[in-house]
């Protein structure tokens, strides 16, 4: 089988990072292509690959026949069905219920946040002063990354322990947004965020964000 991504900007697409983070880290195989969104190629990826109107999207490809999978959180139990070995999700199923109703929550949940401190790699602001939405929802996600980490983190550095799993994959955006937003944080939640954000595969994203030509004047805000 062979695989095709299909990503957004890195700089901004929140969940193209989501997708590239189940399968970079689990050494899965694939070829990642960006699709520059609200453009031409953005219309016409959406043309040759449907019903798949958003990225991430993922093409399996095996005997001469596509599967198109996309949403993040169908993306995640395909590839863990088809890589039960590769650890997407925590081997424990108290553990791995948990990790999956956390990237439930995250995928379903958290306007506040998105609408307000939409995802952008490139920059680090110094002033930028979170709303009360979005303030409460920092709150509930630090609150259940505590919450992992007590109860399945061990010594950590993740919320199930040593191995990184699909739900650092779902929260890495938030740790690249509350750096972005200069987001005081405590320890626990701050080393949280500096452990995903320094695993080498979101690493290579932001190096590759880091890269693109692209400004998108609705995701840059005015601020120092
Ligand atoms: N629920 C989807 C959300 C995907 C999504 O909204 N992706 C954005 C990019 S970050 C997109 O493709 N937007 C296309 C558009 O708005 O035209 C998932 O989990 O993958």
Same mark, same amino acid.
């Given at each position: 089988m062979a695989y095709e991504l299909i990503l957004g900007n890195k700089n901004y697409s929140s969940w193209s990072l989501r997708g590239w983070l189940l399968m970079q880290p689990f050494d899965i195989p694939f070829d990642p292509k960006v699709v520059e969104l609200h453009t031409d190629d953005f219309a016409q990826f959406r043309t040759e690959t449907p +019903?798949?109107?958003?990225?991430p999207t993922l093409l399996s490809k095996e005997s001469g026949e596509t599967l198109t999978v996309w949403d993040s959180l169908s993306i995640a139990e395909f590839l863990h069905e088809r890589h &039960?070995?590769? *650890?997407?999700? &925590?081997?424990?199923p108290g553990a791995r219920a948990a990790a999956r109703s956390l990237c439930a929550e995250m995928h379903s949940s958290y306007r506040g946040l998105r609408s307000t401190m939409p995802?952008?790699?490139?920059r680090q602001y110094k002033t930028f002063t979170p709303d009360a939405d979005a303030t409460a929802d920092i709150a509930r996600i630090t609150h259940l990354w505590h919450w992992a980490t007590e109860r399945?983190? *061990?010594? *950590? +550095?993740y919320l199930f322990g040593a191995n990184f799993t699909a739900t650092e994959a779902f929260f890495a955006p938030v740790a690249s947004r509350l750096r972005t937003y200069g987001v005081k944080l405590d320890a626990t939640s701050q080393a949280y965020c500096e452990a995903v954000l320094a695993h080498p595969s979101t690493v290579k994203f932001f190096d590759d964000a880091m890269r693109e030509p692209w400004v998108s004047e609705k995701n840059e805000m005015d601020i120092e």
């Open positions: +019903p798949a109107l958003t990225v &039960p070995e590769a *650890g997407i999700w &925590p081997t424990d995802m952008n790699m490139r399945w983190g *061990g010594s *950590g +550095p």
